[in-house]
């Protein structure tokens, strides 16, 4: 069974939790002006821990950093490398990537507020805070030290009270870290879907849902003269940078709250315009399931009746999208499947199902598994709350409303890109064609002349009804990746550059041991890979 997670001192909180309690909360992205100041700030920065969690919590703080702020702060060429392609390009450095996830037209780097055409910030610094209690958190931060080794972009959010700015509860299904070892992945038992997923699809340096460790920096000792970071699992000779450490996804989005539900009431003027929002959605406004099973016990799925009646179900039981359309919001972003579309089942089903001949599942073989493919979201709102009533009313002022969306994940192409593109934004998914997230979508042609801005509705009897055009509603206004370390690897980056005859390293992807040539380069250099 895979080893339990034990090493909760050297976690940031935010594996464990969002800081639900701490309802104020502030991101500060940090570009370095004096590198000597900030490795200093670094270095004494007080980072909650899971560990710390034990207690009760009046604030908290969690740091994280961009691959163009491990190089401004000295990180050696040979460690950068180490990490994810995708970390060391960046969200906004590949014009194919961009593509992939929507960031083309109004979603184009060009326009952001930050990252993009403005350059990557260097760190991510998120403060949470007891009501009332945030700006005095601030002032103990954002000392004159602070103010001088740092510009400063502020990202405020604010307490929607579970809600987000369209109006739906939100938050209410979320993986669930498997800190025991408790499930051995590869096993008949994930034929059926879950939430319990491995801790190496969220912690580097565990094994992940293949049973294998992810690619992580592997550093020679000579290169840790301090003995600051832990042994790898995989190779004790080596030190591990990336050890309890996740990647970052960060994503700006500006949602047009007014302009989603005077859209919907003008589809639905005769009073049906809430279930229209719903089916878009996938969930009732209220964060209630449109599939009404009763509640299921599934992996990492709680005993309570709140948590069984919210998440205790899975879309086998509506084959056709009769219940929540195909195209639905949540059912894209996690279309809660197994390794065996509609679970285990008999000898003679799973045959068929292989063969994609399962007339009960006619689309069963066109989705892949969840397990793979599972986030851990941190995101919070900011701008002000209206009610869905009070955004209809052409005379509502703009709320200026959005979500700053946050995820972990530890392999930001195969888990955070693989949903936005394969399964958010392509036009063709679970047999769909001509249509992409109905939230989400940034409704241009894909490929030209191809449309996609489409919503399928199905039908009991006939063919299914068909809204367009929709408008974009979700417009991205800035986004990064950033690596979320551990606490020991923290405090290694803030000795800045590592010493010693580098001009290779070791690296280890899922397992396999590669060799990359790596050229010694100086802080704020390009990355050969």
Not at 79 to 104: C, K, N, Q
Not at 342 to 354: A, D, E, F, K, P
Not at 365 to 391: C, K, M, N, T
Not at 445 to 454: E, L, M, N, S, Y
Request: glycine share 12%; hydrophobic share 40%.
């Amino acid at each position: 069974m895979p080893p339990p997670v034990t090493e909760l001192d050297d976690i940031q909180a935010l594996l464990k939790g969002g800081f639900g309690d701490l309802t104020e909360a502030v991101f500060l992205l940090l570009t370095i002006t004096d590198p000597d100041g900030a490795r200093a700030w670094l270095a004494g920065a007080r980072v909650t821990s899971v560990a710390d969690m034990r207690e009760h919590l009046t604030s908290a703080m969690q740091v994280a950093v961009t691959a163009a702020g491990l190089a401004a702060l000295g990180l050696d060429a040979a460690a950068l490398a180490g990490f994810s392609a995708e970390f060391v390009t960046g969200m906004s450095g590949d014009e194919a990537r961009a593509r992939r996830l929507g960031d083309v037209g109004a979603n184009a780097p060009a326009g952001w507020d930050w990252g993009g055409a403005r350059g990557d910030p260097h760190l991510l610094v998120m403060l949470y805070a007891a009501p009332g209690d945030l700006g005095a958190l601030r002032d103990k931060v954002e000392t004159a030290d602070f103010r001088s080794a740092f510009t400063v972009l502020a990202l405020p959010t604010i307490d929607m009270k579970g809600r987000e700015p369209f109006g739906f509860v939100d938050g209410v299904s979320q993986s669930v870290l498997d800190w025991a070892g408790a499930r051995t992945p590869g096993t008949a038992a994930d034929c059926d879907y879950g939430n319990l997923i491995a801790a190496g699809e969220f912690l580097l340096g565990y094994p992940n849902e293949y049973g294998r460790l992810t690619r992580r920096p592997l550093l020679e000792p000579a290169h840790d003269p301090g003995n600051i970071l832990p042994a790898a699992a995989d190779d004790p000779t080596r030190r591990d940078l990336g050890r309890n450490g996740s990647y970052l996804v960060l994503r700006q989005l500006s949602q047009d709250v007014r302009g989603f539900w005077r859209w919907v009431r003008s589809q639905e003027p005769r009073g049906s315009a809430d279930a229209l929002a719903e089916a878009m959605v996938g969930r009732g406004l209220s964060g209630e399931a449109l599939i009404a099973t009763g509640g299921r016990a599934l992996r990492g799925v709680g005993p309570k009746a709140d948590d069984l009646r919210l998440n205790g179900f899975t879309y086998d039981g509506d084959p056709r999208g009769l219940a929540c359309p195909f195209g639905g919001h949540v059912r894209r972003a996690n279309p809660r499947t197994g390794d065996m579309p509609g679970g285990v089942g008999n000898w003679l089903t799973r045959q068929l199902r292989r063969l994609g001949l399962d007339r009960q599942d006619p689309r069963a073989d066109v989705v892949a598994a969840s397990r793979f493919h599972r986030i851990l979201r941190r995101g919070r709102e900011y701008g002000r709350f209206i009610e869905p009533a009070q955004a209809a009313d052409p005379a509502a002022d703009d709320p200026a409303g959005g979500l700053h969306f946050i995820c972990l994940a530890a392999n930001i192409a195969r888990q955070f890109e693989f949903i936005q593109g394969a399964w958010l934004m392509s036009a063709k998914f679970g047999g769909l064609t001509g249509e992409q997230d109905p939230l989400l979508g940034n409704r241009l042609p894909f490929p030209p002349g191809v449309a996609t801005d489409g919503f399928s509705i199905p039908q009991a009897a006939g063919a299914a009804r068909k809204v367009a055009p929709l408008p974009q509603f979700v417009t991205v206004r800035g986004d990064a990746y950033f690596f979320l370390p551990g606490l020991r690897a923290l405090r290694f980056i803030a000795r800045g550059a590592i010493s010693g005859e580098r001009d290779s390293t070791r690296l280890t992807q899922d397992g396999e041991t590669t060799h990359w040539q790596v050229s010694s380069l100086a802080a704020g250099g390009d990355v050969l890979l």
